[in-house]
């Protein structure tokens, strides 16, 4: 039996959405849709959202080979970040996806030095347009030192060499440390997942020290050293097993306070009666722990905007002068930081 001819079905393919089928309903020229939507030239900002909506509506997708030729962009935008098992990083990357699609751009998502290293000696360095960076600040270095790809660094270090948003938790782990210290609390711990962020040059170990040194108390960081959730667990339990449980604990992120109240309610500590807890990130489930847990929220929102603000900028003007935004911290107080 003879194969039908490609086509005799009586069905067509839906015809592919043209920048002159976006001219034709936007009444303008066909350049000034692809400038409007690669961001290539002047154009007034009312034209410039009008294509883009139309663009939307019409569920234009973009040729990135042919923009490639074009324009000498490939609308492909590199996310270097942290575990995607992490939910602080997840929703990062989901935010700043969302941003990306808006504005017509992909994203390449990189967790390891090794795809950081193929990335930034790719032929001709053409593979992405740009890179933000959460919290990967050794990674920085490689764009800085290897690549003119233009990179945004966000995290809670200042980088001086490169465009970055930095979150300022120092106020917000300060207001949360006086609560503690206010409430007569004498054994305030700092728990932690790694050695470096202990350290004095990480914000949050920075202002956990100086507290403790202005309220004459002996710091006590907790270094249970993985981020493992199971083993933080077993280890934080042994630690209590072996030097009881402090009266009060300030956590590096959300996911090690959760960790943290049940080796607590396990070994028969109450909270906040017994102990005081503030995790920081700002996590949703957070608030539905009984009692319901305090934290320190980032602007997540505001530090995705920005970022990719300032690196379409410095897409579209190389040589602008550093940008940089500082963002601050707010605490949550929730039942698990009041005494009661």
């Known amino acids: 039996m003879p194969r039908?001819?490609?086509?005799?079905?009586?069905?067509?393919?839906?015809?592919?959405?043209?920048?002159?089928?976006?001219?034709?309903?936007?009444?303008?020229?066909?350049?000034?849709?692809?400038?409007?939507?690669?961001?290539t030239r002047s154009v007034a900002p009312a034209t410039r959202e009008r294509v883009k909506e139309i663009a939307r509506s019409?569920?234009?997708?973009?040729?990135?080979?042919?923009?490639?030729l074009v324009t000498g962009r490939t609308g492909v935008i590199a996310i270097l970040s942290g575990a995607m098992e992490e939910p602080y990083y997840a929703n990062m990357v989901h935010a700043l996806e969302k941003h990306l699609a808006t504005d017509g751009y992909?994203?390449?998502?990189?967790?390891?030095?090794?795809?950081?290293?193929?990335?930034?000696?790719?032929?001709?360095?053409?593979?992405?347009?740009?890179?933000i960076a959460i919290d990967m600040y050794h990674l920085v270095e490689e764009f800085r030192t290897r690549s003119p790809i233009p990179c945004v660094s966000i995290g809670t270090i200042e980088r001086s060499f490169v465009d970055h948003v930095i979150v300022d938790l120092s106020s917000s782990v300060e207001e949360a440390l006086n609560i503690m210290i206010a409430a007569g609390r004498k054994r305030i711990a700092y728990l932690v997942t790694a050695p470096h962020m202990a350290e004095p040059t990480e914000v949050r170990a920075r202002t956990y020290l100086n507290a403790m040194a202005a309220a004459q108390q002996t710091p006590e960081i907790i270094d249970v050293d993985t981020d493992v959730f199971a083993t933080v667990r077993e280890r934080f339990r042994a630690y209590i097993a072996e030097n009881g449980c402090p009266d009060a604990l300030l956590c590096q992120n959300d996911e090690t306070a959760m960790c943290a109240y049940r080796?607590?309610?396990?070994?028969?500590?109450?909270?906040?009666?017994?102990?005081?807890?503030?995790?920081?990130?700002?996590?949703?489930?957070?608030?539905?722990?009984?009692?319901?847990?305090?934290?320190?929220?980032?602007?997540?929102?505001?530090?995705?905007?920005?970022?990719?603000?300032?690196?379409?900028?410095?897409?579209?003007?190389?040589?602008?002068?550093?940008?940089?935004?500082?963002?601050?911290?707010?605490?949550?107080?929730?039942?698990?930081?009041?005494?009661?």
């Open 58 to 68: 019409l569920n234009y997708i973009p040729n990135s080979a042919a923009r490639a």
């Open 4 to 39: 039908a001819k490609s086509g005799s079905s009586g069905q067509q393919r839906p015809k592919r959405v043209t920048l002159q089928d976006i001219a034709k309903v936007a009444g303008v020229h066909v350049m000034t849709v692809s400038d409007a939507l690669n961001d």
């Open 263 to 340: 080796v607590m309610k396990d070994a028969g500590c109450r909270i906040p009666e017994d102990v005081l807890l503030v995790g920081c990130d700002g996590q949703l489930h957070m608030e539905y722990f009984e009692p319901p847990l305090s934290t320190i929220v980032q602007p997540m929102a505001e530090i995705c905007a920005v970022a990719w603000q300032f690196l379409k900028r410095r897409i579209a003007q190389p040589d602008l002068p550093l940008q940089e935004a500082t963002l601050q911290g707010e605490l949550v107080v929730r039942p698990s930081l009041l005494k009661i």
């Open 106 to 131: 992909k994203l390449l998502l990189l967790r390891t030095p090794h795809e950081v290293h193929d990335l930034v000696h790719a032929t001709g360095n053409t593979a992405v347009d740009g890179a």
